[in-house]
């Protein structure tokens, strides 16, 4: 991993007015945030409406292992890739979140010679975005509290404030707290909690807003807890939406940076990808479409998760049409996806990556189910052997997808040059024929069951006591409309994230679900999720620092 | 106040780019925030070292009434009538805190033709530097509860760990919370609470390091609770300084703006002028002092608390030594230090302004004691009759001072030309002789005494049970040599916020004291002192609001 950063620092950026000026964006029409990152201001957003739109491609992946599928890396050399064929394309990913970077060592944008920069910043404060998030967010809290304490006009019940507080911080003594501890004067005690920043419903919101107005309504549409009657107090009624929109005013501007090879990047916002939907900003995608012929983003996790949520919510909610999905394989994934344990991954072992292709064939059908045409990305590894990588072409020409092994790791977009045109060739075929897994006047609960069964092939769904009277008070209340979004293992189709390859016939327990009426989606629990990660007992902080150049070391 | 929005939203703004051009500063010296905000890099920050430093002139007040002052107003006035009359100079102030914006409505940096701008951003996130205080703030307390989670290696006693978290809002509700509750994986409760960013020892810290190694140091220092057996706990132990210097690498650069009149203006930097020092970076001053002929800054609260605060802790702890003082005085403010309701200022009262004066003469006798030269700004307003005037300037001619009627707040720099050119007399006298109140050799309780002898006039000091005992623990482990921060009533002499005018003979007792062996000071608390405020029952968020032409509503 050192190398990431050591070739991340002899990056020859070009200052970031001339990425802009190669996409067609004047001086007035961005905020520059030092030399080498800007905002697109709103009114330049909002003058492209009218242009037509370039092509989505969609970045995905098998289910995530230890050993690393490289989704990021793939994105970023695919339009690196695409630029180098004479395409305009742009990639569009999702910011980093700062407080896990505390934690565990990580956080680069791609990897190798197909990385975005500049890496700290985006890895650090970066446009101040999050930060914006998490203020929302808490003033929302804040107004909360206070209402009660000045008497409580809405009735509010204190036992039933869903609405936590947020930080971007990995800390675990926050997760269960009580506040307003210490008398009268601060307030009502009640038992609440903290998640981290990208865990907000305000992160999901910015992330699914068209602009500023849409994005006004929906955080007035926010659901912070109910009345003693049990009616939903929404953010509106607090008042709270109109400063929350300030607030986030200048976070919704879409962020440019660039890529090593100098092509632009937008990378904006970062929501969840189990518990909300774990793409960027619709935003930043409906910018880049105007201002590109190809734009290349990437959804959380594998295709089950990942991509089911980019196509059934962000993209049912914002109108837009993919061309065409890419994915993500590694060998060293496939293998153990086929059995094969992280140490052993370095030995030869042909069987167990045809074993593992089950998991990648799942996922193949899944995306054709979507109405997308495809092509298999091979991340190449050094250690990845011929009959490997045969392997795996022969399994995926049966299957009547290609499968391209890819450089760009160690070179960059011309690494990943055959892929670009593979992509190029299924969009210009016109194959794509996108369409949702489920219409909206699905009832809530059919949605789940529909999602589950025909993407995680459960045999049977479960709800727990309440979940499905709840779901038709919602449905009762005018929220029946809304996607779902699957909170679950990324790991695995089931439950059981040990359950590696295409698991089937499993049972898949709903065990909460929680209305984001703002963001405008329900999600549907399955499993133990948590929403505010720990630090480990050696937190990657204690080695961060900056050395004698000023340079930051340790946060890779 | 409705027309200081509307006169900042008619300001006719250099782009940031042409305001550093005047100081001499390069594009490549500046990190741009959008089109009218900037920091200045920290290599041009340390390239000016070796260039010789302006004047620097403090602004300072009498005590605080509701009738309002006009220090910041003052402050950029006379900075720009300096520019009007031919000399180089920028005006230095804090940044303001975000979370009471949604409270009361206020926020301005200054008023009327006296301000600077641009005033919503400077408001609202700006260039981030808060957000990244209450970052590094609160990676240091994930720190310690993490390492007592993981096994407690230094032996933290966790009924004395004396770091809390901060959050830049108003919110009462996390003044007194338990966290660390629902089991083992969410480690040990406690009880702790939050305080509101500004409050943070690490605001303290940035707004006192000279560059990123001193801040680095001064983070390692902070003392964050006792072992069982008492030996502090540093951050230093804890490992968290280096990653907290990283956080904190941006915002240690000064924000360069404007004024109204297109002048520089480094606003940096926003400690509490209770509970800390309450000025803008020794960082943005010095780089002021390197980049004009005179700089212009104010200090919190009044002379008693703010200037003292300056004088004592600031510039002895940089090296600073200020030209002249201007204490501002408003008619108003006299009448009500003379006994006059906030209802009947309207109401001619020669009288009242000459009894108000002892609370003036009084701020004048204690700026002579440190040496410093001075006039005072009487701050004009519509109501003020000739012969109120006329009795200032008569009593402050008999203390030797001239009172100079100024109308920066309407007519903007043109309005303060006359305090201007007597200032610049001021300095041009060399009659400055400064020093401090006491050496850093005497005894902490001894300073203590000091400052509440010749600054308050108290006749007598009280120390509550364990507070020496404290203070000689304290210079026992090497903390001797520190200045003391008086944290007392902004509103009188005395502990009693009601006693106007002039006080004396009163007790100051002494409630707890404070190590900030980071920022470098010990806290003398006397009388109840709020670190998290409250909202009011309609707080301004309420209203505020983008209008339909994106401007922000309610704010100000």
């Known amino acids: 991993m050192t190398s990431d950063i050591l070739i991340a620092r002899a990056a020859r950026k070009l200052p970031i007015t001339e990425v802009a000026a190669r996409m067609g964006l004047g001086d007035q029409e961005i905020l520059r945030y030092g ?51 004479g395409k305009r394309a742009t990639v569009c990913i999702r910011e980093a979140s700062l407080g896990p970077n505390f934690g565990m060592k990580g956080g680069a944008a791609g990897g190798g ?63 269960d707290v009580v506040v307003g501890l210490g008398g009268v004067s601060n307030g009502f005690s009640r038992q609440t ?78 929501p969840f990808a189990n518990i909300a939907h774990g793409c960027n900003s619709v935003i930043a995608t409906e910018t880049a479409l105007r201002l590109s012929d190809y734009v290349v983003t990437e959804a959380g996790f594998g295709a089950d998760l990942g991509a089911e949520k ?22 060293r994934a496939l293998k153990m996806n086929g059995g094969v344990a992280k140490e052993e991954l370095g030995t030869k072992d042909v069987a167990a990556v045809t074993r593992g292709c089950a998991n990648l064939g799942r996922h193949i059908e899944n995306l054709r189910g979507f109405g997308l045409p495809l092509v298999v990305a091979l991340n190449h590894f050094a250690g990845d052997t011929p009959a490997e ?58 949605k789940i069951e529909t999602i589950c069964t025909r993407i995680y092939r459960a045999a049977h769904v479960e709800a727990a006591p309440g979940v499905r009277a709840q779901l038709e008070l919602w449905e009762e209340e005018g929220h029946g409309r809304l996607p779902v979004c699957i909170a679950k293992t990324q790991y695995s189709f089931s439950t059981d994230p040990d359950l590696r390859g295409a698991p089937e016939g499993h049972v898949i327990p709903v065990r909460e679900v929680r209305l984001n009426a703002g963001a405008g989606f329900v999600v549907a629990i399955c499993g133990q999720i948590m929403t505010m990660p720990g630090l480990p007992r050696h937190p990657s902080a204690e080695t961060i620092a900056l050395n004698d150049l000023g340079q930051i070391e340790g946060l890779f």
């Open 113 to 175: 010679h197909a990385q975005i920069v500049p890496m700290e910043e985006m890895n650090l404060h970066f446009t101040g975005d999050f930060h914006a998030v998490t203020a929302a967010h808490n003033l929302l809290a804040a107004m909360i509290d206070n209402h009660i304490y000045w008497g409580n006009d809405l009735d509010i019940d204190t036992r039933r404030i869903t609405w936590r507080r947020v930080m971007d911080m990995n800390d675990r003594a926050l997760r």
């Open 310 to 331: 980019f196509l059934d919510i962000k993209c049912r909610l914002a109108g837009l049409s993919p061309a065409a999905a890419v994915l993500v394989a590694t060998i």
């Open 193 to 270: 909690g903290f998640d981290i920043t990208v865990a907000s419903e305000v992160m999901a919101i910015l992330c699914l807003a068209r602009d500023l107005d849409d994005l006004h309504k929906r955080l007035g549409r926010i659901v912070v807890g109910y009345t003693t009657d049990r009616r939903p107090v929404t953010a509106r009624d607090l008042k709270a939406d109109g400063a929350m929109t300030v607030l986030l005013r200048d976070a919704l501007q879409p962020n440019l940076v660039q890529t090593l090879e100098n092509n632009p990047a937008l990378v904006h916002g970062g």
């Open 35 to 85: 030399h080498d990152k800007a905002k697109i201001a709103h009114h330049a957003v909002a003058a492209l409406a009218h242009r037509p739109r370039g092509h989505l491609v969609l970045v995905t992946a098998i289910n995530p292992t230890p050993a690393g599928e490289g989704k990021t890396t793939t994105t970023v050399g695919l339009g690196d890739a695409l630029n180098r064929i």
């Open 389 to 446: 990588i045969q392997a795996l072409q022969a399994y995926c020409a049966r299957h009547g997808v290609t499968a391209i092994p890819c450089h760009h790791w160690s070179k960059g977009g011309a690494g990943a040059e055959d892929l670009a045109s593979r992509v190029v060739e299924l969009v210009e075929s016109k194959e794509a024929d996108f369409h949702n897994l489920y219409p909206d006047s699905m009832p809530l609960w059919q």
